[in-house]
């Protein structure tokens, strides 16, 4: 059962302690695509939604994202690679997205920190 809830606050904090705890990140992939999207706060920009739990990554594998599966990614893996790419493309992370869609929005080195800081 999803522990996400309309306090998107709440869901980024969630999603700091359980990605940390199991060193991973959960987003979803199509063959060798990742759901990108148009973010909601900033006209312009994209962003990537991500997840601390499979089972709410998955749960957005519906209409236009049917074809996509909740994918893990090593929180290693994630830091090192992911984070400075996205940046330099200026893609948002979206973070722990609840079944409305909503959760906020941030920078990847904004969420880098925080996944390297023991408290947030």
Do not use: K
């Amino acid at each position: 059962m999803s522990q996400l809830t309309s306090d998107i606050q709440q869901n980024y904090a969630l999603f700091i302690q359980q990605s940390q705890d199991t060193q991973q990140v959960w987003a979803l992939q199509f063959d060798d695509e990742w759901v990108v999207c148009d973010s909601a706060e900033q006209p312009g920009r994209e962003v990537m939604p991500i997840w601390s739990a499979q089972e709410d990554a998955q749960r957005h594998c519906v209409d236009e994202w049917a074809d996509y599966r909740a994918a893990p990614i090593a929180l290693e893996e994630f830091m090192e690679e992911w984070v400075n790419d996205l940046a330099e493309d200026q893609v948002l992370m979206g973070i722990n997205w609840n079944a409305d869609l909503d959760g906020i929005e941030v920078e990847p080195l904004t969420l880098a920190r925080d996944l390297a800081d023991e408290e947030i």
